[in-house]
C-alpha cells in the first residue's frame, strides 16, 4: 500500500501549479492553430471588402510599344506610347452588389470564426470538466481507501480479540483491491482528457489540476434563455440568404447597359519619331449593351434564385433545430437539477448512516459487511453528485454555446 499513497501523494502534490479552466482558455484563444486559421480567414473578408471599393475609382494604365496601321486613308508604322485612362460611370449596379456580397461573405467569415470560438471552448470545457471529474474521482477513492485502511485496523483488532474472523480482513482486502483498480482507471482516463486539453491549446506542457476547484455552482436561472438572435449559425444562415440574393440581383444587372469614360494621351498613331513628343489625345464616351450572350445571364439568374431559395429552406430548418436543441438542453438540465437536490440530501442521509453503523460496529452490534456497505453508500452517492455536477456543466456549456 505505500506505492500508492506515494502515488496519490504526488498526484496532489502538484495542486500548486493547478490550472483552472479560465487560464486553459485564455490559452486555448492564443494557441489554436484552428481558431488561428479562422481569425486569418476573417481577416482576408476584411481586405476583400476594401478591395471592392476599386472598380469605382478610375484605372490609369501607360503603354509602349511597336504598332502598325492599315487603314483606308493612311499606313503607319512605328513607335507607341500613351497613357491611358477608364472610368466606368455605370454598370447596371454590379459593383455594388458586389461590395455588398463581399461584405456579407466579411459578415460569414467572422460569424465562422464565432462559430469555431464557441465549439472550441465547449471542447475545452467538456475536456476540463472530464479530467476535473476523474480528478475528484481519484480524491474521493484515495479518501475512502483510508476510512478502509482504518476499518482494517479495527478489524484487525477484533480478529486478534476473537470477536470475528479473518473474513472481516478478506472483505475489506477485496474492497481496496477493487478501489485501487478503479483508481488506475480513473487515472488512465484523467491522462486522455488531459490530452484532449493540450490538443485544444496547442501546449506540450503538462496540464494540472487540483481538486480545489470545483465545478460551477449551476441554478435553473442558467437555462431560462430561449432568444437565438445572437446564435452565429443562424445569423450564418441569414447572412447566406442575403447573398445569395445579392448575387441574384447581381445577375439580373447584367441585362443592362455599361457606360464607361475612355482617355488616352500620347503617341497613339505609330511613328518612327520620339514618342515622348507625341500631343495626340482621343476621349470617349461609350454605353455597351450586350444584346445576345447566347442565354447565359438567363440560367444564371434561374440558378442563383434556386440558390436563394435553397437558402431559406436551410435557414428555416436552422432554426427549428436550434429551437428544439434548445428544449431538450433546458429539459435535461430542469431533470439532474432535481436529481442533484435528492442527491445533496442523500449525502447528509448517508453520512448519519455511516457514523451510526461505525459506532455499531465498534461495539460489536454491526458486522463488517454492514459497515461496508454503510461506506459503499456514503462514496457513491458522493461520486454519483461529482457526476451529476460534472454534466450540469456540461449542459450550461452547450446551452451557452447555442444561446449567448
Known amino acids: 500500500m505505500k506505492w500508492q499513497w506515494g502515488l496519490i501523494t504526488l498526484f496532489f502534490s502538484l495542486s500548486a501549479t493547478a490550472q483552472n479552466l479560465t487560464s486553459l482558455q485564455q490559452q486555448l484563444a492564443s494557441n489554436n492553430p484552428e481558431l488561428r486559421a479562422s481569425i486569418a480567414r476573417q481577416q482576408a473578408g476584411q481586405s476583400q471588402v476594401k478591395a471592392q471599393w476599386s472598380p469605382f475609382l478610375p484605372e490609369i494604365s501607360a503603354s509602349a510599344g511597336y504598332g502598325k496601321e492599315n487603314t483606308l486613308h493612311d499606313k503607319d508604322d512605328g513607335y507607341v506610347g500613351y497613357l491611358s485612362g477608364q472610368w466606368n460611370i455605370y454598370r447596371g449596379g454590379q459593383d455594388w452588389k458586389q461590395k455588398s456580397i463581399a461584405t456579407q461573405e466579411s459578415l460569414i467569415a467572422d460569424l465562422d470564426l464565432e462559430i469555431t470560438s464557441r465549439r472550441l471552448h465547449r471542447e475545452l ?8 471529474l476523474n480528478t475528484h474521482f481519484i480524491s474521493v477513492d484515495s479518501e475512502k481507501l483510508q476510512f478502509l485502511h482504518n476499518l482494517r485496523a479495527m478489524a484487525q483488532k477484533k480478529i486478534n480479540a476473537g470477536l470475528t474472523s479473518n473474513v472481516d480482513a478478506i472483505e475489506l482486502d477485496l474492497e481496496e483491491s477493487t478501489l485501487s483498480a478503479e483508481i488506475e482507471t480513473h487515472k488512465t482516463d484523467l491522462l486522455v482528457s488531459k490530452d484532449k486539453i493540450k490538443i485544444l491549446i496547442n501546449s506540450d506542457s503538462a496540464v494540472q489540476l487540483t481538486v480545489q476547484e470545483s465545478f460551477p455552482r449551476v441554478s435553473e436561472a442558467d437555462f431560462s434563455k430561449s432568444e437565438l438572435t445572437r446564435n452565429p449559425t443562424l445569423r ?40 515622348l513628343k507625341g500631343t495626340e489625345s482621343r476621349v470617349s464616351l461609350l454605353m455597351t449593351w450586350t444584346l445576345f450572350s447566347g442565354l447565359e445571364t438567363r440560367f444564371k439568374s434561374a440558378a442563383a434564385a434556386d440558390i436563394e431559395k435553397a437558402q431559406g ?17 433546458r429539459n435535461k438540465a430542469r431533470e439532474l437539477l432535481q436529481l442533484r437536490t435528492l442527491l445533496e440530501r442523500r449525502q447528509t442521509l448517508t453520512q448519519k448512516y455511516y457514523d451510526l453503523t461505525l459506532s455499531e460496529y465498534r461495539r460489536g452490534v454491526k458486522n463488517s459487511a454492514d459497515l461496508a456497505s454503510a461506506t459503499n453508500s456514503l462514496f457513491d452517492n458522493r461520486t454519483r453528485l461529482l457526476e451529476v455536477q460534472k454534466e450540469l456543466a456540461i449542459l450550461k456549456l452547450k446551452f451557452d454555446e447555442l444561446t449567448l
Request: glycine share 4%.
Open 236 to 275: 450564418k444562415q441569414e447572412a447566406l440568404e442575403q447573398s445569395s440574393q445579392l448575387r441574384r440581383q447581381q445577375t439580373q444587372s447584367e441585362y443592362l447597359p455599361s457606360i464607361d469614360i475612355n482617355a488616352q494621351y500620347g503617341r497613339l498613331v505609330p511613328q518612327y519619331e520620339d514618342p
Open 125 to 132: 470545457g467538456e475536456a476540463y470538466y472530464e479530467a476535473l
Open 313 to 329: 429552406f436551410e435557414k428555416a430548418g436552422t432554426r427549428l433545430q436550434l429551437e428544439t436543441q434548445v428544449s431538450s438542453l
